[in-house]
């Protein structure tokens, strides 16, 4: 009943649980960029270079915007993106 190696196995192993359950969100696949190739095309963007740097330069836009998922706000990033890549 008062077993000392018992107790000393089951101990890390909550501890272990732990922290895995305070990572969980670490640990979590990165979120999907919003921003496809049909969306920058909607936008009279050709394909090839200057779509992918469009794609990429809204996709970072979106990071630093706290990775919002509503439509207009992406919407908005990407067509930011595009004008800007048009100066």
Request: net charge positive; hydrophobic share 50%.
């Amino acid at each position: 009943r008062n077993c000392p190696l018992l107790r000393w196995t089951t101990q890390p192993l909550a501890a272990a649980a732990a922290v895995l359950d305070a990572a969980g969100p670490l640990l979590a696949a990165p979120p999907r960029s919003p921003f496809r190739s049909a969306d920058a095309a909607a936008l009279g963007i050709p394909a090839g270079p200057r779509m992918g740097i469009v794609l990429k330069s809204a996709e970072a836009q979106w990071i630093a915007a706290g990775l919002p998922a509503d439509k207009p706000t992406t919407a908005g990033i990407l067509r930011k993106a595009a004008t800007a890549s048009a100066d």
